[in-house]
């Protein structure tokens, strides 16, 4: 069984540019969540889909935007970057249920210059 | 909202030693996920917790969950550089899996 598949693994971006981030989650999950990573933070939930629809939302700028396509796959989008949004994005996957176990990927590494 | 506080922040342990990681809930537990996590990657799934004193092992590593406590301990038994990583306890807070900020975890030969 394919875990989840997350691209680019790394990218580079200057100020002011924008970015989007893939996700394929394991089959049969209907559920992405994705999360940001950084040394000061640690882990901040982003935000969550759900057959298609946004469930949960974590406290992040509008700049920071999802969406989930109807084979589950999700990307997620963060417009006029900013040199803050350096960080390691983690999508994780479920079957959907509020307990039930995330499964990760590797993650998307991004650097903004 | 429900916050997570792991300690230490950090361990360094000379290999074969035991350790404890500790993750403090500010509200009740009601299940309790660990995680690894190696530098930059994604996080593996070690074990859940979900009743008050239960009890896990995987290998050396053993999880307990005290509710009363709003706490869960993880202890490695004869660590080895392979148990070097991040670990991350997560628990269930307004329907999102909420995280500590991770304890880095040393192994010295």
């Known amino acids: 069984k394919a875990g989840v598949t997350q691209t680019p693994r790394y990218l580079i971006k200057t100020r002011g540019q924008q970015v989007t981030l893939s996700c394929s989650p394991i089959?049969?999950?209907?559920?992405v969540s994705w999360y940001q990573q950084t040394p000061g933070q640690g882990l901040q939930f982003l935000f969550e889909?759900?057959?298609?629809?946004?469930?949960n939302k974590g406290n992040f700028p509008g700049r920071f935007s999802g969406r989930q396509f109807s084979n589950s796959r999700s990307e997620m989008n963060v417009s006029t970057l900013e040199l803050g949004d350096s960080a390691l994005y983690l999508c994780a996957s479920s079957t959907g249920g509020f307990t039930g176990e995330l499964f990760f990927g590797e993650g998307s590494r991004l650097t903004v210059l | 909202s429900q916050e997570l506080e792991q300690s230490p922040q950090s361990l360094i342990v000379q290999e074969g030693k035991n350790l404890t990681i500790n993750c403090t809930s500010s509200?009740?537990?009601?299940?309790l996920y660990w995680y690894k996590q190696k530098y930059g990657e994604g996080l593996i799934f070690l074990m859940m917790l979900q009743k008050g004193g239960e009890e896990k092992s995987h290998e050396k590593i053993t999880a307990k969950l005290d509710e009363k406590k709003q706490q869960s301990s993880l202890h490695i038994t004869a660590s080895q550089p392979s148990h070097a990583g991040i670990y991350l306890c997560?628990?269930?807070?307004?329907?999102?899996?909420?995280f500590g900020q991770g304890t880095r975890l040393t192994i010295n030969p």
């Open positions: 997560g628990a269930f807070g307004a329907q999102k899996l909420v």
């Open positions: 509200k009740t537990l009601y299940g």
């Open positions: 089959s049969g999950h209907r559920s």
């Open positions: 889909y759900f057959s298609e629809t946004q469930r």
